[in-house]
């Protein structure tokens, strides 16, 4: 049947008056005049003026409601027929309007008033995949328009409140079922009451509902003794939920997987642990709750050590371990359990991949992180905005911004953190002006920044040497914003106004923080010293350094660095003998690159690699054609006591200098190299990396632990200020 103008049909049932109060009100469906062939429904609604009950239900004859009713032939076959119809409909409903149009059947066919369709009716709503807080305000009008629900009724309505994350409606319904109308309450309504007094902190309504409990005589029901336990232990008092427990006649396992789960929660991870090791019977849940509390208090080797254990694995369990290395940065090790997974044929989903992105991005493993995005399309995993945003994040610290903009441009759904990411990406990559470009677009679009966003913000001025900008986006952020700036805003600040060489506002800007600099702003006012030479600035940053970092060789080193640039030989002397009095030992400075997405990292004269030979050989080309073109080893920047000589060899074998070599054989003539490395690059590495982008005609990406530095044609993007 086909039906090319919208059509009509209205169902009139005086319903009677109100439970609340004498007087009644009127409740109006109304369904939207659409035509046949875009084959939807959708029922909206108002609540009218104080009148008898009147239940209006406007259906657009459509497909699927002619269908129902072609099915049931007509209302006048029995009832139980008709009932047995829309429970067999009720239960293949899965959408929304599916689920509207039903309702509009229900009504035409008078099975509005079966307490027992109905209810079966709004647990499909809250059970529906599709319904959300859309729903919520429907099924509620539904609710008020039943005259004498029952208990059941009652559950389900305090119960998808509970759902929906409004616990305070869960009671406020629970206190009018009991005291308002007498409606006699079950052990289902005690223990939802008693879970919503516990996710909404309710201390009072809480010990109120206890008390009725206990008048009640369903103090022994399990259902409600399990609930308590999670109350309490929201509450804080874990003291008490443990005795709820040890009191328990037979306490299941919920009841023990609930007191885990709440003492990982607030943290006891011995008292988790002590419940775990006593429990009478684990299932996956109680496993995957240990492993999930260890990880999230950085005991990765515990958490692994019981993910060993666990014969039986699901995607919680692998999830948690690989975002436990992620987190901790041990992100080899993430990755190559991400690698079991897919052996142990446990399909990934987004959380996984966001974890998995996060290792890639943290190593710099570009192949790696291409491979995970294409495995990602490929399974159908859907790209929500979080694990868009992991894809916008991981190409920025891999080097490859255009990709990050590719990314970026086809989501369709973008939060602050989203923003925030792409905001940051192109500050780190040198792309100032893009990055503030970016924000104004965000601004644009309504999207609130916030203190991540600030932080990009400033990084851009900074990189770019905009700092009238930089002044301004820090004033705005409480003036205009609302946003508080904080500690690492600061230090941007002190960031700007070095590079500009305003060493002296830099120092009143750190003198007048309302809270204590930390290492990072006078590692940056020290940084700004040796870039403009500043010899008496610098001897008070560092002497604030040793203070907050006393084993931190590289505040010794930039301080080195600055004596030396001002010929300052004694104090350079001075330097080293500080070091070795405190038996400071210099970090090895450690790089890595990827090739045939497999991740190869050197330290300073490393000579374990199978290739050493062939990589040792090319350092030493690079080295003649460095020298041929007029480099000169910065020897002074080697605080060892050796001779110039032996200063040289130290510094060809830096551990960027042998990850470059390694990329110049083992990469495509002309293709980018990629090098992400632990620690700051040094003067001479950079010296010889720009030479060397040159002589080779080869993009050089160096990643150290303050930027990115683009090295193309003999210049970097720092501008030499890093």
Request: proline letters at 3%; charged letters at 20%; one cysteine or more.
């Amino acid at each position: 049947m086909k039906i090319h103008q919208p059509m009509h049909c209205i169902v009139e049932y005086h319903c009677g008056q109100s439970r609340l109060s004498p007087t009644p009100y009127s409740l109006k469906f109304q369904a939207f005049e659409l035509n046949a062939p875009q084959r939807s429904t959708r029922l909206f609604w108002s609540c009218l003026g104080y009148s008898n009950w009147i239940l209006k239900c406007r259906c657009v004859a459509m497909r699927f409601s002619t269908m129902l009713l072609s099915t049931c032939n007509s209302c006048s076959r029995p009832a139980k027929t008709v009932e047995q119809k829309a429970m067999s409909f009720l239960q293949h409903c899965n959408k929304l309007h599916h689920l509207y149009q039903l309702h509009a059947f229900i009504i035409k066919t008078s099975l509005d008033c079966n307490k027992f369709i109905i209810a079966k009716f709004l647990r499909r709503f809250f059970s529906s995949s599709s319904t959300s807080s859309e729903a919520l305000p429907y099924t509620r009008l539904l609710f008020d328009s039943i005259p004498y629900p029952d208990t059941f009724i009652w559950n389900t309505m305090i119960r998808a409140y509970l759902d929906a994350h409004n616990p305070r409606e869960s009671i406020s319904l629970f206190f009018q079922m009991q005291l308002q109308l007498r409606i006699p309450v079950d052990s289902f309504s005690l223990s939802l009451v008693v879970q919503a007094c516990g996710r909404s902190h309710d201390t009072w309504n809480g010990f109120r509902v206890h008390t009725q409990i206990l008048k009640l005589g369903f103090s022994s029901d399990l259902f409600v003794q399990t609930a308590l336990i999670e109350m309490y232990s929201k509450f804080g008092d874990m003291v008490i939920a443990r005795k709820i427990l040890d009191e328990m006649n037979e306490p299941d396992l919920v009841s023990y997987n609930v007191l885990l789960s709440e003492y990982v929660k607030a943290g006891e991870i011995e008292l988790a642990r002590h419940l775990f090791d006593n429990m009478p019977n684990k299932d996956l849940v109680s496993w995957n709750t240990m492993i999930h509390g260890y990880a999230a208090h950085g005991s990765v080797a515990s958490a692994r050590k019981l993910f060993d254990a666990c014969i039986q694995r699901d995607l919680v369990s692998w999830s948690s371990m690989i975002s436990a290395y992620a987190k901790s940065r041990q992100s080899n090790e993430a990755l190559r359990l991400f690698h079991d997974m897919q052996l142990a044929k446990v399909m990934p989903d987004g959380i996984t991949m966001v974890s998995v992105l996060s290792a890639c991005g943290d190593i710099g493993a570009l192949g790696m992180g291409k491979m995970v995005h294409e495995y990602i399309e490929r399974s159908g995993i859907k790209i929500d905005v979080k694990l868009g945003t992991s894809l916008v994040d991981m190409y920025a610290k891999c080097g490859d911004i255009d990709n990050s903009l590719v990314v970026f441009s086809k989501m369709d759904v973008k939060d602050v953190l989203t923003w925030s990411s792409m905001i940051m990406g192109l500050a780190n990559h040198g792309l100032g002006e893009v990055a503030l470009d970016y924000f104004l677009k965000m601004t644009e679009e309504g999207i609130n920044p916030n203190d991540i966003t600030f932080v990009g913000v400033l990084t851009a001025c900074s990189h770019v040497g905009l700092i009238s900008k930089g002044w301004a986006f820090f004033t705005s952020m409480n003036d205009v914003y609302g946003v508080t700036p904080k500690l690492e805003h600061y230090g941007c600040m002190v960031d700007i106004l070095g590079r500009a060489g305003h060493l002296q506002d830099a120092r009143e800007l750190i003198k007048s923080m309302p809270f204590a600099p930390d290492a990072i702003v006078w590692r940056t006012l020290l940084s700004a010293c040796r870039v403009h030479k500043n010899v008496e600035l610098a001897e008070e940053a560092i002497l604030n350094l040793m203070e907050l970092e006393p084993d931190d060789d590289g505040n010794y080193v930039l301080l080195s660095n600055i004596y030396a640039q001002a010929k300052m030989w004694s104090n350079v002397v001075n330097v080293r003998r500080m070091m070795r009095s405190r038996s400071i030992i210099k970090v090895p400075g450690s790089s890595s690159i990827e090739v045939d997405n497999t991740v190869h990292e050197f330290i300073a004269g490393d000579k374990s690699h199978p290739k050493s030979k062939e990589i040792y050989e090319m350092l030493a080309e690079m080295h003649d054609r460095l020298v041929h073109v007029g480099y000169k080893p910065l020897t002074s920047t080697v605080l060892q006591d050796l001779n110039d000589q032996a200063k040289e060899e130290v510094l060809s074998h830096h551990s960027e200098k042998l990850a470059i070599a390694f990329g110049l054989l083992n990469t495509v003539p002309g293709s980018p190299i990629r090098i992400v490395k632990n620690l700051r690059v040094c003067e001479d590495c950079h010296l010889a990396i720009k030479l060397a982008s040159a002589i080779y005609d080869r993009k050089i990406i160096v990643r150290d632990r303050n930027r990115f530095h683009h090295f193309v044609e003999g210049s970097c993007s720092c501008g030499d200020f890093w």
